[in-house]
Structure formats: C-alpha cells, structure tokens
C-alpha cells in the first residue's frame, strides 16, 4: 500500500470559513510528479458514530431506527441511532449515549465494527460504526428542546431490501449494513 | 411515512460561502411546533455517481477498482471508480464514463442499483450507484493532466472483508457494496 507515485504533498493550507458544525479549508499540495502546488478545498467536522441496535424477537432480528427531518435532503429519513462526539469522550460511549438520547435503549453489549472517512475526497473527519446488543428500555429519550425524533423496530430483513429507496436514503446507513452483514459473516 | 409532527418548513436561505466544489447555505426552518425560525448549515454539490465493476474470472468475481490520493483523509484510498455528473449527462451516462477514464474499461450492461443523500444532514446532494458488467478493458485511461489513478483487479470476498480498514476507507463504498449485496440476494 506504499505507493509514492500516487501520493500529494501538503505544503500549507488556510481556513476560508467557519460554522459551528464545520469548516472549510484549503489544503495547497504538490502532485506526486512535483508540479506547483494545486488548492484543494477539505471540510473539517467532528468525528460521529453510528450504531446499528440489534433486538432478537420471537419472528426474527429487528432494528432499533429513528425518523427524523433532516436539513441537508429536506426530507424524512429513517436512520439507525448516531451523533458526534462530545469532549472527552471515546467513540463506545459517544455511541452508547447517542443511542440512549435519541431512544431511551441502553446497551449492555456495545462493540466496534469498522470505521471509515464519510468522503474522504472533501472531508476529514471519520465516522466510526457499532453494534449493539442486549438493549434495555428505560422507556425514555433524553431530547434537546425542539427536538423531533421517532423510534421505529424495523425487520432486519425490510431495512436490508429498502436501503437506497425512502425512507432509506442516508447513505452511511449502508455503510452501516455494509459492516453488519460483515460481522454476520465472520459468527457464521 | 407522511409524519407532519416531524417535518421541519424553511423560511427562507442565504448562501454564505461558495467555492468550485461545492457552496455553503444557511437554510431558516421553523420546527414542527412551529417555534421561532432555528439555522441549519447546508453544503450544496453535485450529484455524482459511483459504479460497481464486476468481472468474472476463473477464480471467482472480481471488482475492479482504483487506487487514488484523497485530499480530505490525506492517504491512499482504494475504491469503486466514479465522479461528478458532468452538464447533460444523464446518471447512466456519467457512470459509464467515469469508469471509462479512470479505468479504461467500457461496460456493456450498466444498471442503477440505489440512490442515497450522501449526508442528508448537512449536504443537499444525492450519489447514484451502478453495477457494472461484461466489461470490455480499452487498455487505456482517460486522466487529466496531473491525475493520478491506479487501477486494481480486487477478489470480492477480500472487499467484503475488509471495508471498515485500509484501504477501504471511503465510507460510501461500504453504501455499494450494501446495494450489491442487496442485488444479489434479488438474484437467487
């Protein structure tokens, strides 16, 4: 994977704007060949996790999802339990909380399955998956006002044959699958 | 899936940052119990596709799939070929294509497998994903100047394995392979 023939070198960069979620830099990198340094512009976001809940039901594997509005599709999308990273957190309990927040289920088993950059093309943060397991309902999500979140127990097999058709249309809820059906493979 | 007590209304949007990748847009939106307008960052792009090339090989199927610097992650990625929709094309033609530059290789059969809002939180924009087939190798890529992009025979199950960890660390070729799996189970 040491392939110097196709790697760029950074000789600088600047922040060229700022939000609260994010910023954008531009990122100045000469070219594997050495030619002058070309701009490339990156997005600098917080780290994420992603956890796919797993509840064992007498007609099956069900998932633990939430409907929500989201602002970039302007649409409803059905999704499984995520969010950033707060200080000081590591990623199990960044997404142990999250899943507890948006719907009330702890989990007793929490496991990491992959992690990826979400674009690495722009972006240069990572979003990291999980698996939990052995969920317990406090009965209670823990919202921020003016926040509208549904929970939802999907059928394995549904979430799985409705990825990239609505509501299903996050795409790193494939990449959640992606992992899942991976962890799956490797029990068997 | 009509869930009115879920849906957010924009009031209206102002663009705060624009660069030749992508531009950068407050959207104004009243929350479903219709309290006072709250901001929402969004990141508008193109639309871009991404195809996944299978060939059938003595030894099994095998995907074929670049090696390439990715400026947000800052390391080598290895990938499913694909790229932005260029003006007039429409999704079909844009996959075929990209695959053609970046590899060389022509399909004959291409067919849309799923659609997914990349980030539907902060981005607007949508990836188109392509299965690939009877593929015919021109033994020629098409790169700009100054790209570089190396082309890899991959064995499906070595993929499968290992998205999650380098080099597959692109998270929307786990959303692919997601799709993929989802085609062939269609299949049998």
Redesign the interface.
């Known amino acids: ?1 040491n ?1 110097p ?4 070198t ?1 000789t600088g960069n600047k922040q ?2 700022d ?4 910023s ?1 830099n531009e ?1 100045y ?1 000469k ?3 050495g ?1 002058e340094p ?1 701009t ?4 600098d ?1 917080k780290d994420w996790a992603i956890v796919v809940p797993v509840i064992e039901t007498p007609k099956g594997k069900q998932f633990l999802m939430v ?11 059905l999704e499984f339990p995520g969010g950033v990273f707060e200080p000081g957190e590591n990623p199990e309990q960044a997404a142990a909380r999250e899943l507890y927040e948006e719907t009330g289920y702890k989990p007793q088993k929490i496991k990491k ?12 943060n990572k ?1 990291h ?1 999980f698996l939990a397991e052995d969920l317990i309902d406090t009965g209670k999500q823990e919202l921020d006002e ?1 926040e ?1 979140v ?1 929970i939802a127990l999907m059928d394995e097999k549904e979430v ?2 409705g ?5 299903f ?4 809820m ?6 899942y ?2 962890e799956s ?1 490797q029990k068997e």
């Open positions: 994977m392939k023939h196709l790697k760029w950074e060229v704007f939000c609260k979620i994010f954008v990122s990198c070219s594997p060949a030619n070309q490339f512009t990156v997005i976001a409907w929500q509005w989201r602002h970039g599709s302007k649409c409803l999308s399955i992959g992690e990826f950059s979400p674009n690495p093309a722009i972006m240069s979003v998956f003016d509208y549904e799985i044959q990825m990239g058709k609505p509501p249309v996050h795409a790193l494939g990449t959640a699958l992606a992992l059906n991976q493979l």
